[in-house]
Each structure stands twice: as structure tokens, then as C-alpha cells.
């Protein structure tokens, strides 16, 4: 199985900064895009981030300005440095990566485990 494994999260103050890192298991795999989803209790998953595989970018407005999402194509990674972090930015912030093991299957999204990000006043 392709496995995405996330680190990189914990407790700031607000106004502080995290980076997280997203690692998939396999540089064979064909990826098209990867990012990071969030999640609170009470809320819906929000997309937060997104870098294709042609380095095309795309941000939640909530963030935009804040948060750069890059990639290490050499190690299938990809990273985001969270700036000017804010309580409302406090989520579990789960990493996924589109993309397929062969040229015949499909694309799936494949998930990371999550990494907490929690912002303090």
C-alpha cells in the first residue's frame, strides 16, 4: 500500500509558525497532486493547500498569504510552512497525495494519519 506519513505539528502561540512534511512511502509512485485537508470537531474537512505535479499552487482563501505549500519531487514530499498561525487555524491537518501505483489503475487520493496542529492564544 502507498503510505503518507506526516510530522511536523504541535502547539504554537498565535502568530507563531509550524512546518509540516508529508512523506510518500514509494518515489515510483505517479502522483498528480498532494496537499493537506483540516478537520475540528463541529466543522467540515476543508481543503488547505494543493501543488500539482507541475508545481501549479492553490490556497483557502482562510490561509492565503499565511501558509506556502512546496514539494521535494527527488523524495515525493511535500511541505507546508505555516505562518502568523491563528486559533482558528487549530485542526488536524491531514495530508493527501492523487496519484496511481500504474498507468492503467485509476488515481486515488491516499491519506496520511494526521498530524494536530494546535495555535494558543
Known amino acids: 500500500q502507498v503510505r503518507l506519513v506526516e510530522s511536523g505539528g504541535g502547539l504554537v502561540q498565535a502568530g507563531g509558525s509550524l512546518r509540516l512534511s508529508c512523506a510518500a512511502s514509494t518515489s515510483s509512485f505517479s502522483i498528480n497532486a498532494m496537499g493537506w485537508y483540516r478537520q475540528t470537531p463541529g466543522k467540515q474537512r476543508e481543503l488547505v493547500a494543493s501543488?500539482?505535479?507541475?508545481?501549479?499552487?492553490n490556497y483557502a482563501d482562510s490561509i492565503k498569504g499565511r501558509f506556502t505549500i512546496s514539494r521535494d519531487n527527488a523524495k515525493n514530499t511535500v511541505y507546508l510552512q505555516m505562518n502568523s498561525l491563528k486559533q482558528e487555524d487549530t485542526a488536524v491537518y491531514y495530508c493527501?497525495?492523487?496519484?496511481?501505483?500504474?498507468?492503467?489503475?485509476?488515481?486515488?487520493?491516499?491519506w496520511g494519519q494526521g498530524t494536530q496542529v494546535t495555535v494558543s492564544s
Open positions: 493527501y497525495a492523487n496519484g496511481r501505483r500504474a498507468s492503467y489503475l485509476p488515481a486515488y487520493n491516499y
Open positions: 501543488i500539482t505535479s507541475g508545481d501549479t499552487t
